[in-house]
């Protein structure tokens, strides 16, 4: 089964192996790569989300994800193999969304 992630949508994904330090595990992250190429690419760009809550950081976004406390790790974005997805859990609502865009923006320009 292939899967179409869409931007935005939160999902189950196999982090391993890593090196450094790296976020590892399986662990949620969100697309935030555009659909087009989340169409045609064999990768998807995302950022890991964590449970250890950092309130102020600058790189991380506060969400609840699945009716749990989580933070949008932006200082952590990669891009992984879609075989690397497993389950869709959530997905961010439009203000989430633009949040996320707004921070992305800020740490690494127009």
Known sequence: M???PKRYE???ADLNPTV???ISKIRPVVVISQDEMNFVLDTVVICPLTSKLHPKWRSRLQIICAGSDAEIAVDRIRT????HLKK???VLSEDLAAQ???LITEMYGE
């Open 88 to 90: 869709k859990i959530d």
């Open 20 to 22: 450094g330090s790296e």
């Open 10 to 12: 939160i999902y189950f």
């Open 100 to 102: 996320l865009r707004r």
């Open 80 to 83: 992984i193999s879609k075989s």
């Open 2 to 4: 292939t899967l179409n």
